[in-house]
């Protein structure tokens, strides 16, 4: 086997942040003077043992009594020799600092993976390129890919369609070393921009991410949920980019569609998608209704709108002044009425199957105007949930003959039929 150039393992010790690479093994560090402090991962750690040193890009536990650079740090925390260390974080660096098997790590000889971004685009090529990345990561990450699963986010086409991603904490070990200008300046760039913090950690760390464009397809506005619940206290669980709020999530639905749903969160309007409802959009929470959505609405001639804000105190009176808002602008709406306490999501995970569900409450939605309703249920065509088209078996083993690469757009199933009185499906909130 070739002796690896030691200048090679000089480059590595001197580009490759052992305080990102720390960070993206999931070690929460806090500064302290010039050192930076956290537990210890290697050893049952009760205080911060562990230091890191930015300014030599060394590490060290007192309690294991070890230490030392990047390359020892993936030896240590995958368990892999010096010769598999230096060859992961050749490959990529921050494939090496994740947590996967020390045998799934593939050996590669290519040099260190170009940074993510292009370090000269301009601001929003720059947020379109990270959520590029961060939409990369997420096959990645079995921790974002469970959350999804637990929150019942499980559709197929759902991940590139919304092109959802994570923010593993492992960007900064893609960007040039901060010690270099090149470095420097892309993370001062980025921290204008609100993808980086003051702290120098990524502002969407440890978040499922999910953005949202414009109709050029540029990144405008980032919702990002914390995917792991046992956050210290205080720490917000939902982010945005800084500043007013942009952009209007799904706008393909205010296009296909003159009846939408809102929701009050991003999470729930996937929900809806997820069991096929997609003419689906959301509001940035209970109070993040915008001028732009409602200027999109009328854009594009939405006539009726259900409101599926969460059935708390909180989502009833907004819904209440967002109805108002919008009848003023002659758009019919409707509230959709989840058990008391609920919201979208979480009926939809406690109702299967939930196309069912979810597709009760749309046919059993409240007027929310004065007087009588207008006419019949409301149920677009765009309400009903997006099934596979039935395909005549025949017809089933041709098609996978022909290998076809584009699926057919799929249609609308004709109109479930209404609840009758009687119908079992119905819901007590005392039932849940
Ligand atoms: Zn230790």
Same mark, same amino acid.
């Given at each position: 086997?070739?002796?690896?150039?030691? %200048?090679?393992?000089?480059?590595?010790?001197?580009?490759?942040?052992?305080?990102?690479?720390?960070?993206?093994? =999931?070690?929460?560090?806090?500064?302290?003077?010039?050192?930076?402090?956290?537990?210890? *991962?290697?050893?049952?750690?009760?205080?911060?043992? &562990?230091?890191?040193?930015?300014?030599?890009?060394?590490?060290?536990?007192?309690?294991?009594?070890?230490?030392?650079? *990047?390359?020892?740090?993936?030896?240590?925390?995958?368990?892999?020799?010096?010769?598999?260390?230096?060859?992961?974080?050749?490959?990529?660096?921050?494939?090496?600092?994740?947590?996967?098997?020390?045998? %799934?790590?593939?050996?590669?000889?290519?040099?260190?993976?170009?940074?993510?971004?292009?370090?000269?685009?301009?601001?929003?090529?720059?947020?379109?390129?990270?959520? @590029?990345?961060?939409? +990369?990561? &997420? +096959?990645?990450?079995?921790?974002?890919?469970?959350?999804?699963? %637990?929150?019942?986010?499980?559709?197929?086409?759902?991940?590139?369609?919304?092109?959802?991603?994570?923010?593993?904490? $492992? #960007?900064?070990?893609?960007?040039?070393?901060?010690?270099?200008? /090149?470095?420097?300046?892309?993370?001062?760039?980025?921290?204008?921009?609100?993808?980086?913090?003051?702290? =120098?950690?990524?502002?969407?760390?440890?978040? #499922?991410?999910?953005?949202?464009?414009?109709?050029?397809?540029?990144?405008?506005?980032?919702?990002?949920?914390?995917?792991?619940?046992?956050?210290?206290?205080?720490?917000?669980?939902?982010?945005? &980019?800084?500043?007013?709020?942009?952009?209007?999530?799904?706008?393909? /639905?205010? $296009?296909?569609?003159?009846?939408?749903?809102?929701?009050? /969160?991003?999470? @729930?309007?996937?929900?809806?998608?997820?069991?096929?409802?997609?003419?689906?959009?959301?509001?940035?929470?209970?109070?993040?209704?915008?001028?732009?959505?409602?200027?999109?609405?009328? $854009?594009?001639?939405?006539?009726?709108?259900?409101?599926?804000? @969460?059935?708390?105190?909180?989502?009833?009176?907004?819904?209440?002044?967002?109805?108002?808002?919008?009848?003023?602008?002659?758009?019919?709406?409707?509230?959709?009425?989840?058990?008391?306490?609920?919201?979208?999501?979480?009926?939809?995970?406690?109702?299967?199957?939930? @196309?069912?569900?979810?597709?009760?409450?749309?046919?059993?939605?409240?007027?929310?105007?004065?007087?009588?309703?207008?006419? =019949?249920?409301?149920?677009?065509?765009?309400?009903?949930?997006?099934?596979?088209?039935?395909?005549?078996?025949?017809?089933?083993?041709?098609?996978?003959?022909?290998?076809? $690469?584009?699926?057919?757009?799929?249609?609308?199933?004709?109109?479930?039929?209404?609840?009758? /009185?009687?119908?079992?499906?119905?819901?007590?909130?005392?039932?849940?």
């Amino acid at each position: 086997m070739p002796r690896i150039p030691e %200048a090679e393992i000089e480059r590595l010790k001197n580009e490759v942040s052992v305080q990102c690479l720390v960070e993206a093994a =999931g070690v929460e560090i806090k500064r302290a003077g010039k050192d930076w402090l956290g537990r210890c *991962p290697f050893h049952d750690d009760a205080e911060a043992s &562990l230091v890191v040193t930015p300014a030599k890009n060394l590490w060290h536990c007192f309690g294991c009594q070890i230490g030392g650079g *990047p390359i020892d740090w993936v030896m240590k925390s995958r368990g892999v020799s010096f010769r598999h260390a230096v060859e992961l974080l050749k490959a990529d660096p921050s494939s090496a600092a994740s947590a996967a098997a020390p045998g %799934a790590a593939k050996r590669s000889s290519v040099r260190v993976l170009p940074a993510p971004v292009v370090l000269d685009a301009d601001d929003q090529a720059l947020v379109n390129q990270t959520l @590029d990345y961060y939409h +990369q990561r &997420l +096959q990645q990450s079995p921790e974002a890919l469970a959350y999804l699963q %637990a929150r019942g986010l499980v559709h197929p086409e759902l991940v590139a369609t919304f092109k959802l991603g994570v923010a593993d904490r $492992t #960007l900064g070990l893609r960007l040039p070393d901060k010690s270099r200008k /090149a470095g420097a300046d892309i993370r001062a760039r980025l921290q204008k921009i609100g993808l980086i913090r003051d702290s =120098g950690h990524e502002h969407f760390n440890g978040s #499922l991410v999910i953005p949202v464009f414009d109709e050029g397809g540029n990144v405008v506005e980032v919702y990002g949920r914390k995917v792991r619940d046992d956050l210290r206290p205080g720490t917000p669980k939902h982010l945005y &980019l800084p500043g007013p709020h942009r952009g209007v999530f799904n706008r393909a /639905a205010l $296009t296909a569609s003159r009846e939408i749903i809102l929701c009050e /969160a991003l999470i @729930d309007a996937l929900t809806f998608w997820c069991a096929g409802y997609r003419n689906v959009t959301a509001a940035y929470g209970v109070e993040g209704f915008t001028d732009e959505m409602l200027a999109a609405f009328k $854009t594009h001639g939405t006539q009726r709108v259900l409101i599926a804000y @969460d059935r708390d105190d909180a989502g009833e009176r907004a819904a209440e002044k967002l109805a108002q808002r919008l009848m003023a602008e002659g758009i019919e709406c409707w509230r959709i009425q989840f058990p008391k306490g609920m919201d979208a999501n979480e009926y939809a995970q406690k109702m299967q199957p939930a @196309d069912k569900a979810l597709g009760l409450l749309i046919r059993k939605a409240q007027w929310m105007g004065n007087g009588a309703a207008p006419d =019949g249920p409301v149920v677009d065509i765009h309400t009903v949930p997006v099934r596979p088209k039935p395909v005549p078996p025949s017809l089933a083993a041709e098609a996978e003959a022909a290998a076809p $690469t584009t699926p057919e757009p799929t249609q609308a199933s004709p109109l479930p039929e209404a609840p009758k /009185a009687d119908t079992p499906a119905e819901q007590n909130d005392t039932d849940l």
